[in-house]
């Protein structure tokens, strides 16, 4: 009797202590994306990426709690869902207001290159206050806001 429940203690333990290990990965690589301001230094062709234009500003902040990413992408404000597994990330449901900004130009093309790059991201990665989030051969390149 006593070694059937040691038996079944250990077992117990040791998928309580595999499927705790299993969720950690993820989490973390969550949480260095998660519940902060991130601004938008460059974007577009990975290894040769463009500044922001000079007098924009494009942010993003990814909610832990309902799983949705908003801000300002230069000019119109989104907002969208996204699913984080491990360094994969997925966006949906990406909307945007429809305001047109003739100032500075070329704005409602960088907004336009910036939302397609979300929609279609694979993954992402966070290392030194920097976030870069892939998608094929484009890329966004953010730092901690």
């Not at 040691?6 to 117990?12: H, I, N, Y």
């Not at 202590?17 to 301001?37: F, N, Q």
């Not at 990330?89 to 790059?117: H, K």
């Given at each position: 009797m006593l070694i059937r ?29 998660e519940d902060k301001d ?108």
């Amino acid at each position: 009797m006593l070694i059937r429940r040691l038996f079944f203690g250990l077992l117990l333990l040791s998928l309580v202590t595999l499927s705790t290990g299993a969720c950690t990965t993820t989490d973390d690589a969550a949480a260095d994306l998660e519940d902060k301001d991130w601004l938008l230094e460059s974007l577009g062709e990975k290894g040769n990426p463009r500044a922001v234009l000079e007098g924009t500003t494009v942010t993003a902040r990814f909610d832990s709690a309902g799983h949705r990413v908003q801000g300002s992408a230069g000019c119109n404000s989104y907002f969208g869902d996204y699913e984080v597994d491990g360094n994969d990330i997925s966006f949906s449901g990406v909307g945007n207001t429809e305001m047109y900004c003739m100032e500075p130009e070329g704005v409602m093309d960088q907004e336009t290159d910036y939302l397609t790059i979300l929609r279609d991201s694979q993954s992402f990665e966070v290392a030194d206050g920097k976030l870069e989030i892939t998608a094929g051969d484009q890329v966004l390149v953010f730092q901690e806001d």
